[in-house]
């Protein structure tokens, strides 16, 4: 995949913390239930920390008691990239912004309750959340919290 937003490792690490390079340049988890957003229930847009591309829409986003951020679509198909995960001795689905290639967090098919049935369970440090009235106009259907 093209990405719109390319960097060197070195700009990078520059431009974020620490602990925003370890999740988003090398694939790192933060802690479950630690998260800022975890409880963020405003109306508003959910963007890659890294580069500011929308991803989520609080639409989307629900309680699934995972302990990250948890939404069931993408604000847009071509918001996110999906690639196979092997690490850990598992097999689960990556989610990376696909405007910069930054790791974002897993997709599991275990959400029944929601419109997809999928839990895009996310990282916190990941995401910035930018509040509006409007930011939710256009996203399907909403199971609401977060």
């Known amino acids: 995949m093209t990405r719109k937003v390319v960097k060197s490792e070195d700009e990078w690490r520059r431009e974020l913390t620490p602990m925003e390079y370890q999740v988003l340049r090398q694939a790192g988890t933060e802690r479950p239930g630690t998260g800022e957003l975890l409880h963020e229930e405003r109306e508003g847009i959910y963007r890659c920390r890294a580069c500011g591309a929308e991803l989520f829409r609080s639409t989307t986003k629900f309680d699934s008691h995972c302990g990250w951020p948890s939404f069931y679509a993408p604000s ?30 897993h997709v ?32 399907a259907g909403g199971a609401g919290e977060g």
Do not use: W
């Open 108 to 139: 599991f098919p275990d959400a029944p309750q929601t419109p997809t049935g999928d839990r895009y369970c996310m990282n916190s440090v990941s995401l910035t959340f930018e509040e509006g009235d409007d930011a939710g106009a256009g996203a």
């Open 76 to 105: 847009d198909s071509d918001a996110v990239e999906l690639i196979e995960d092997r690490s850990l001795g598992m097999r689960r689905v990556e989610v990376l912004c696909a405007a910069c290639g930054s790791h974002l967090g």
